[in-house]
């Protein structure tokens, strides 16, 4: 496709449980990342894949999140064990990285809107 | 915690007013972008400035960067209804880190 693509749009699950949000980034970015915005918040940062670099977890809040890029190209976002207040929307975003290492311009999904119950 | 933090939180202004956002950050940067987010929507990249550069312009956007104070603003002339979004700062010294944001609200 020609942008972000996020799925699902929207999820509502019960506390405890699991969830998986996925992105399709842009063909060819080699960058890739997921924040996390609350109503009315900012963009806070969860983790970033550079091509095959390790990941920057340094965002995840707790070991219940996790994420994986598999190929360089789809990303799964995994919450184990949910509870009220991961509830948020999902942001991921997709980018080429110039030469010098510093990331471009950023393209957004339009977001996994998760509600625990 | 957040690199970026802006002010002001919320702004509101007249139809044909300037808007000014500002941002203030903490570490050096290789490059400072500034977002646009509609309500409920993802965000659109405005205009990226590079560490070695003062000032940029696209349209009716103007955004300066001072590296010695660590800040920058974002312009918008001549404001429409349609600006109504929120403005994110975002900084880059490798990973992208985003502010809080400015609500902009423009009353026709």
């Known amino acids: 496709g020609a942008g972000v693509s996020q799925s699902p749009s929207n999820k509502v699950t019960e506390k405890g449980k699991d969830v998986e949000l996925r992105c399709d980034p842009i063909?060819?970015?080699?960058?890739l990342y997921w924040y996390r915005q609350s109503l009315g918040q900012g963009l806070e940062f969860l983790i970033y894949f550079q091509g095959n670099s390790a990941p920057d977890k340094s965002g995840l809040p707790s070991d219940r999140f996790s994420a994986e890029r598999t190929g360089g190209s789809v990303s799964t976002l995994t919450i184990q064990r949910t509870q009220q207040e991961d509830s948020a929307v999902y942001l991921c975003?997709?980018?080429?990285?110039?030469?010098?290492?510093?990331?471009?311009?950023?393209?957004f999904g339009e977001g996994s809107r998760l509600t625990v119950l | 915690s957040q690199q970026g933090e802006e002010d002001p939180q919320a702004l509101s202004i007249q139809e044909g007013e300037n808007a000014t956002m500002n941002c203030s950050y903490k570490t050096s940067i290789n490059n400072l972008q500034w977002y646009r987010q509609n309500s409920g929507r993802g965000l659109v990249h405005l205009i990226l400035i590079r560490s070695n550069e003062r000032e940029k312009h696209s349209g009716r956007l103007r955004v300066t960067l001072d590296t010695s104070k660590k800040s920058s603003s974002l312009l918008i002339t001549a404001s429409r209804a349609a600006d109504t979004a929120s403005y994110f700062c975002a900084t880059s010294g490798g990973k992208l880190i985003f502010g809080q944001g400015t609500e902009l609200s423009v009353k026709p």
């Open positions: 975003a997709s980018s080429l990285v110039p030469a010098g290492g510093s990331t471009g311009e950023l393209f």
């Open positions: 063909s060819g970015h080699t960058a």
